[in-house]
């Protein structure tokens, strides 16, 4: 099969040509001006932007919560995300109850996503259960195509919860092999004493969330990882960052050539915490995330952060947590909602929107953060994240011109709400390519279930830098 796409603008990281793409197979095979072929296929993309599918490196597909009780919804509802101009996920692989991180890896590959996922993905290992099985499986990930691991400083008393031993050593371990730890940095301890006060005050509603989560739990837990990190000259990336006082760790560390990183997510870009003060518990309850949402101030600082390249990408930490089933068990305390939302499928189109239309970010920076760098990160570059030849055709058409609101209805993402229903859309993906593949054609989706598969992440990935 060979498809040319034809006088598009084409976005990477760091130019932007008008140029034409041949794509033969699953890969790209030329980019030229005028280029000509007997196709079977011609798309054109006059008057619209051409960029690598944007690539989510923080998503939880079918995978328990911190409360424990139901998982997020399946790799079915990635329908949504190609809709949204997403081709690849690094979703989140935790432990399954009793099963080492291998085994729940491979079971999460062969079985939970099988036939099902319509996006690519690589895996991120989660620490669930801390034994010494689960440190001497750290050196074999690499084999198995992970190039990352998550620890998790917040959720005292749960699964999840890694102490600052085991912290130290997962960071020291992962750098021996070659691979990245990631943070959750909030300092679970304090977070546990502000719930006990908030709930013994009364104070159950979903804004106490915020008031037990405030700002200084992030940056402290982030600074402490940060110095463990430096100490051991590991690699280490913080995830969904939304304090200025995080960025401002990251910077100091980064000056200072600790191999620091660091993303933010789209609600911390364009949502402030307000939302979570509505008196109707399920327009507030829809945004109990974690970190907990913030002040202007903060969001300002993030985006700030991107453009000083402080944080490296924007991600959606998907979550398919439904708010008449799994978010009502805290409707009497706002401890017991299971904590994220669901935003992968319009992780593109905001940011887009907010960012690139709004002139926050460039078109570049957008590719860099939405695709490009979390190909580096996770070790799947030049193969994705770029519009290159010989990388997969990836590729999305996208049209700057559309207007448009967002609805639920119209890209139904498998959950009961969408955290940014009826705001505004500027531009959405006209055609997306997966390995060569139209799966979206005149914004609908064409593919099938199941047509997404397994890539695996090259250890010593860009954080490495030459250095082992
Ligand atoms: N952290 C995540 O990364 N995802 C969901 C909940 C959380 O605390
Ligand atoms: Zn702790
Ligand atoms: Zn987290
Ligand atoms: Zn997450």
């Given at each position: 099969m060979k498809t040319l796409i034809k006088n598009g603008t084409i976005l990477s990281s760091d130019s932007e040509i008008k140029a034409d793409i041949l794509v033969e197979g699953e890969k790209i095979v030329a980019i030229g001006q005028d280029l000509n072929d007997d196709v079977d296929k011609i798309i054109d993309a006059t008057g619209k932007y051409v960029f690598p599918g944007g690539i989510d490196q923080h998503t939880h597909f079918e995978a328990l919560t911190n409360t424990g009780d139901k998982d997020t919804a399946g790799y079915e509802t990635t329908k949504a995300l190609i809709v949204g101009g997403t081709t690849t996920i690094i979703d989140y692989a935790p432990q399954d109850p009793g099963c080492g991180l291998i085994e729940s890896a491979k079971y999460r590959i062969e079985k939970r996503a099988k036939g099902k996922t319509c996006v690519d993905f690589g895996l991120h290992s989660l620490i669930t259960e801390v034994n010494d099985k689960m440190f001497d499986e750290i050196k074999e990930l690499p084999k198995h195509g992970i190039n990352s691991i998550k620890a998790f400083m917040a959720y005292i008393g749960s699964p999840l919860h890694v102490d600052d031993g085991t912290l130290y050593k997962v960071l020291s371990e992962s750098k021996k092999v070659g691979l990245t730890t990631f943070v959750h940095a909030e300092n679970g301890e304090i977070i546990d004493m502000l719930q006990k006060d908030c709930v013994k005050a009364g104070h159950t509603s979903p804004k106490y969330h915020a008031v037990s989560r405030p700002p200084i739990v992030e940056t402290e837990a982030t600074r402490r990882a940060l110095y463990y990190a430096e100490e051991l000259d590991a690699p280490i990336f913080i995830v969904h960052v939304t304090t200025k006082g995080a960025t401002d760790a990251i910077a100091e560390a980064k000056a200072k050539k600790v191999r620091a990183y660091g993303e933010t997510c789209t609600q911390y870009l364009t949502?402030?915490?307000?939302?979570?003060?509505?008196?109707d518990f399920n327009e507030a309850a829809k945004y109990v995330c974690s970190p907990a949402l913030r002040d202007q101030d903060d969001v300002d600082a993030m985006w700030d952060a991107l453009n000083d390249n402080t944080l490296s990408a924007i991600v959606s930490d998907h979550c398919g947590i439904d708010l008449h089933e799994m978010k009502q068990v805290g409707r009497n305390n706002f401890v017991d909602i299971p904590n994220g939302a669901p935003g992968a499928a319009d992780r593109i189109n905001m940011i887009w929107t907010n960012g690139v239309a709004k002139n926050r970010i460039t078109r570049q920076k957008f590719v860099e953060v939405c695709s490009t760098f979390p190909a580096k990160i996770n070790g799947m570059y030049p193969k994705k994240g770029v519009i290159a030849v010989g990388s997969d055709a990836d590729i999305v058409v996208f049209d700057p011109e559309y207007r448009g609101v967002v609805r639920l209805e119209d890209n139904p993402n498998g959950i009961d709400y969408n955290i940014y229903e009826g705001r505004e859309q500027i531009g959405r993906p006209e055609v997306v390519l997966l390995r060569g593949k139209v799966v979206l054609e005149d914004a609908k989706f064409v593919g099938e279930l199941g047509q997404g598969k397994f890539i695996p992440c090259e250890p010593y990935a860009y954080c490495y830098e030459g250095r082992k």
């Open positions: 949502t402030t915490k307000d939302v979570l003060s509505d008196p």
